[in-house]
């Protein structure tokens, strides 16, 4: 029951949650059975259709080798806005490389935030927000239509509470016309409350509404655009931080810095091994080990003379790469590895006897806490690189000081799917001033509740060092004040993301002044995401007006098949311990059927589809992301039905390594929980705080 018992609680209203009996296709649902042909698409028709073989560590399966490679375009940073604008520039017939410095794409801003498809009508008019806010928007159906990433047109509402705020309204649906935004109108109370929004604070007396808003998963949306991308063309290394850039002649060359987690290279050690899977040996009387923490794979040529892999997080040593390009898009900077793919074995992989060898998952304590500065590369595993959040350093690297970056941390708090039926729109406060369009609630398109984000400048103390339960109090007392509904002891995850705010106040896209040939696409905060279609296509333009020739991708492919099979409840499937339904990797029917996460009804087969896409993946974390195996209400709980561990086991087999070798969740990453699977006592001071 809510904490407020005076008041009743709207009737659940059952709102469809995508992938149960049917799917979010171009904004809108489709039952299950009409999915053939529409969100299933023809096996033929598809950019990676059929499933291949898995990637080889840290770059995609189309990685060149080459040491006289010459890029035309590299691009750094693969979220939302890198991934869209790799995939655009992959309609034509160029060498492209998309630099992560991440363990995954969308592992920053894009992996942290509400993933609204925002319609445009609180943008200042004339501003690159304005701009490319409403085009992106419009670009969203047609889009999800093809990558098949689940897009949700659910509207938007804007509510007051006074005639004070209603004027705020009005000068909002002004200032969305002006900037070219369709369908805006003001519903009065009794059209919200009877037929809208039941569930909003009774003491709201009218809204703006934009039809045309929508939501995405975002980390769902980049991954597809990345998916699309590389299936069409483009090379991608994750692992990959950039650390200097210098002028060749009319060429650019990268320094680029490798990095590996320490729980991989440790595993690699323990056999015997190096991380690029060669034997090496030990000196026992030593106690130390012959290799360290780098392997030369270097060319003697004057394009790219090679590259030196950073094993250790902890050490000094640096990688060059001199890739020569004639183009050098950049924006959140992030970065890439190398290793060579290992030889799959015939030989049965027993699924049983490598979740039991799985080491235990974490969930307590505070050994793997992200610090604010690693958030800027995406708080999961990362080097201590830059992202979008500090693309200013990046254009540094060739004397541009035009601009610099002021991060604004945004935290949430995820509720089960039994909360999601409190809201259909996306529900904002009137915007502040300041601090911009406020703590909203939003139910997801898998049927969460999203409540959030802060708005914690990091340049301000105060707000930087929030207690976790004053961030907790701060989004629970204000989303009350919209739907005061929600149980907070219903909260089963909690995040937090560094959004890019520039010193100029707007977006950044434009030719850097140092050269004409580098272009900044920076300090894209909200609504990005909304924007990054639109922003795509004006960075092809950018590129064509600095030269770069754009001759048509003849072979571009522009349709993805998805990873997820929407499902009618448990029609089909099994579950059972380890072991019992399991299949060896080649069996897709048995596959299909074997349900890897209780909460979520992942299955095997949807496992491994990911694992043999285009984008390298050697963690749970990036399954979890791509199928949302281990983001139920048990989050992964081993007591439960210990998913985590079965992901780790098929990754394991599918990339032919021990599952010591595969990464999991990090914990507590940036979450304000104290403990990943949290006890009654907690759930109870949840409840406690969003009373104030």
Same mark, same amino acid.
């Given at each position: ?40 698409? #023809? ?32 691009? $750094? ?104 935004? =369709? ?59 950039? %650390? ?61 003379? @090679? ?19 004639? %183009? ?37 304590? #505070? ?9 800027? %590369? ?14 200013? =350093? ?10 610099? $970056? ?18 259909q729109h996306t529900i904002f406060p009137t915007p502040d001033p300041v601090l911009g369009k406020g703590v909203l609630v939003q139910t997801t398109l898998w049927g969460n509740l999203i409540l959030g984000p802060t708005a914690r400048d990091v340049n301000n103390e105060e707000a930087r060092d929030m207690s976790p339960a004053s961030v907790q109090e701060y989004i629970l007392s204000k989303c009350k004040k919209l739907c005061p509904y929600f149980d907070a002891k219903e909260t089963i995850h909690a995040f937090c993301g560094a959004r890019s705010k520039s ?15 580098? $272009? ?42 998805? $990873? ?67 983001? @139920? ?13 079965r992901v780790k086991a098929i990754i394991a087999r599918e990339n032919n390594v021990t599952v010591e070798e595969v990464g999991g969740r990090p914990w507590p990453a940036t979450s304000t929980l104290s403990e990943r699977w949290i006890d009654d006592a907690e759930k109870l001071d949840l409840e406690k705080r969003m009373m104030g």
């Open positions: 029951m809510a904490p407020n018992a005076t008041l009743e609680i709207p009737a659940d209203r059952k709102h469809p949650q995508h992938g149960v009996k049917g799917v979010y296709y171009g904004g809108h649902w489709v039952d299950l059975e009409d999915c053939a042909n529409t969100f299933n698409p #023809d096996p033929s028709k598809c950019s990676q259709c059929p499933t291949r073989s898995t990637c080889p560590r840290s770059k995609s399966r189309n990685a060149k080798t080459s040491p006289d490679t010459v890029y035309d375009v590299v691009i $750094i940073g693969a979220g939302c806005i890198g991934s869209a604008i790799a995939r655009e520039l992959s309609r034509y017939e160029l060498k492209i490389l998309l630099l992560e410095a991440a363990d995954d794409v969308s592992q920053g801003a894009t992996k942290g935030n509400s993933g609204i498809v925002h319609a445009g009508y609180d943008d200042k008019p004339g501003t690159n927000r304005a701009k490319f806010c409403w085009k992106g928007n419009q670009m969203f159906p047609a889009l999800d239509k093809e990558l098949r990433f689940g897009y949700q047109l659910n509207g938007s509402l804007v509510v007051a509470t006074s005639k004070d705020e209603v004027k705020v309204l009005d000068e909002l649906m002004k200032r969305g016309e002006t900037n070219g935004v =369709k369908n805006l109108r003001i519903v009065q109370k009794d059209e919200l409350f009877e037929i809208m929004e039941p569930a909003l604070n009774p003491e709201v007396i009218a809204a703006l509404h934009s039809p045309d808003a929508g939501n995405v998963i975002p980390y769902e949306y980049a991954i597809a655009l990345a998916e699309n991308a590389v299936d069409n063309g483009v090379e991608l290394r994750i692992r990959r931080e950039v %650390t200097d850039i210098k002028k060749d002649g009319e060429l650019f060359a990268l320094d680029v810095r490798h990095w590996e987690p320490r729980s991989y290279v440790d595993a690699r050690e323990k056999m015997g091994k190096s991380a690029s899977g060669d034997e090496v040996e030990t000196e026992n009387s030593a106690g130390r080990l012959v290799f360290r923490v780098c392997i030369a794979i270097s060319s003697a040529l004057v394009m790219v003379k @090679g590259m030196i892999l950073m094993m250790d997080s902890t050490a000094d040593d640096a990688v060059r790469m001199q890739s020569a390009i004639a %183009t050098l898009v950049v924006f959140v900077a992030s970065a890439i590895l190398l290793l060579k793919p290992s030889s799959k074995s015939n030989t049965p992989v027993d699924l049983k006897d490598l979740v039991d060898k799985c080491p235990p998952l974490e969930g307590k304590g #505070d050994e793997g806490k992200v610090k604010v500065t690693d958030m800027f %590369t995406g708080g999961s595993g990362s080097w201590n690189a830059v992202k979008g959040s500090a693309s200013d =350093k990046i254009a540094g690297l060739i004397g541009d000081n035009s601009f610099y $970056i002021k991060p604004r941390l945004g935290d949430y708090l995820l509720l089960n799917r039994n909360q999601g039926h409190l809201t010193s100029r106040g707007d977006w950044i896209i434009e030719p850097s002044a140092k050269d004409g040939h580098f $272009i900044h696409v920076a300090g894209i905060d909200s609504p990005g995401l909304a924007g990054s279609p639109a922003i795509a296509i004006e960075v092809v333009k950018l590129l064509r007006e600095a030269g770069c020739e754009t001759p048509p991708n003849k072979s571009f492919n522009p349709n993805r098949a998805p $990873i997820i099979t929407p499902k009618a409840g448990m029609k089909g499937l099994k579950m059972g311990p380890v072991g019992k339904n399991d299949s060896d990797g080649t069996d897709e029917a048995k596959m299909a059927s074997n349900v890897i996460c209780k909460c979520e009804k992942v299955t095997e087969l949807e496992v491994v589809r990911a694992v043999r896409r285009s984008l390298p993946i050697d963690s749970s974390q990036a399954i979890r992301k791509r199928t949302r195996a281990g983001m @139920g209400h048990c989050q992964g709980d081993p007591e439960n039905y210990n998913c985590e561990c």
